[in-house]
């Protein structure tokens, strides 16, 4: 029997983290040794209980849960996105906290002892803003060499943001730490905001999906239906879960249809323009292919997935 993938994710948990992690909780062929947490979405101490009520809900008390940093490297006030996910992330629903707590270790240090215990092994997946990533490299830029693959979501690789103009939210939220972190690590996966568009699904399979009777199901369709009715208000007939994209193809990259591997930058300075990432789709500048640029990931997997994580007993 093949041993599963060790699998730490960096998250800032809100509706969409939420159902990716609970994917990750479902893939028999990956161990979660941890979920480390940031702000993002909505501040820390609401996106570290969420990631212990989720751990609650999957029966997976055993995935311990580190808190990291509350703000981003370089401290500049930033809009959260608690109009999309709830003010506590979670759909504001008002649920039962749990009893536990986060561990004691910083997130930025678990992800350093983790990457020397699943040296040459680990599966590191960032699904919020890259700042406990960034502080890790800062305390240890050797940390590239111990991680086996590292996915990102995260970026608008044509310039077509979601949260300015130019830039997606995770990036926009902390710009210097993703750029530590995409100058730190000399290969990264990339699933950016535009092949989240490109893979939406219809809100009425989602809805069958969330009839499934099982704890998780009935727990995710409570803390999404803001976000759900939200979607349906400003985007349409389809719903987009772009962390959910990001795990499957973390989970598994065979499903990826097209991929582009190009230069990579990003911008931390101008009004219009901060948070983007610039792409060298020419390579004209002469920096080197970091970025595995997830364009196509088959639909009907990406759908399996996600309907079989709520569906888990």
């Known amino acids: 029997m093949t041993k599963p993938i060790p699998l730490l994710i960096d998250t800032d948990p809100g509706v969409d983290d939420a159902l990716a ?3 990750a909780f479902n893939d028999p062929g990956h161990d979660v040794v941890g979920l480390s947490i940031a702000a993002g979405n909505v501040g820390l101490e609401h996106t570290v209980r969420n990631a212990l009520k989720l751990c609650e809900v999957a029966g997976r008390d055993d995935v311990p849960v580190f808190a990291g940093c509350a703000s981003p490297l370089v401290f500049v006030p930033r809009e959260d996105a608690a109009h999309v996910h709830g003010r506590d992330g979670f759909g504001d629903v008002d649920y039962e906290p749990v009893a536990r707590r986060a561990e004691a270790e910083h997130a930025a240090l678990a992800i350093l002892r983790l990457s020397h215990r699943y040296a040459g092994e680990l599966l590191l997946v960032a699904l919020g803003p890259l700042t406990n990533i960034a502080l890790a490299l800062k305390l240890d830029p050797t940390l590239p060499s111990r991680i086996k693959r590292f996915v990102v979501m995260g970026g608008a690789v044509t310039g077509h943001g979601n949260i300015t103009q130019a830039a997606e939210f ?34 009425q399979k989602a809805e069958r999906w969330l009839q499934a009777d099982s704890p998780r199901a009935r727990f995710y369709d409570a803390i999404s239906l803001q976000t759900r009715r939200w979607s349906a208000d400003r985007r349409g007939e389809l719903w987009h879960s772009a962390d ?40 004209q500048t002469g920096r080197p292919d970091k970025a595995r640029i997830l364009l196509r990931y088959d639909q009907a997997r990406f759908e399996g997935l996600v309907e079989a994580a709520l569906a888990a007993g």
Not at 190 to 198: H, M, P, Q, Y
Not at 249 to 275: F, H, I, S
């Open 21 to 23: 992690i609970l994917m």
């Open 170 to 203: 995770n990036v926009a939220f902390d710009p210097e730490a993703a750029h530590v972190v995409f100058e730190g690590f000399p290969v990264f996966d990339l699933a950016d905001w535009e092949a989240v568009i490109a893979h939406g699904f219809h809100h």
């Open 244 to 283: 959910a994209l990001a795990m499957a193809y973390a989970l598994q990259p065979d499903g990826a249809l097209e991929l582009a591997k190009r230069p990579l930058q990003v911008e931390t300075a101008g009004a219009l323009t901060r948070g983007a990432t610039v792409t060298d789709w020419n390579r």
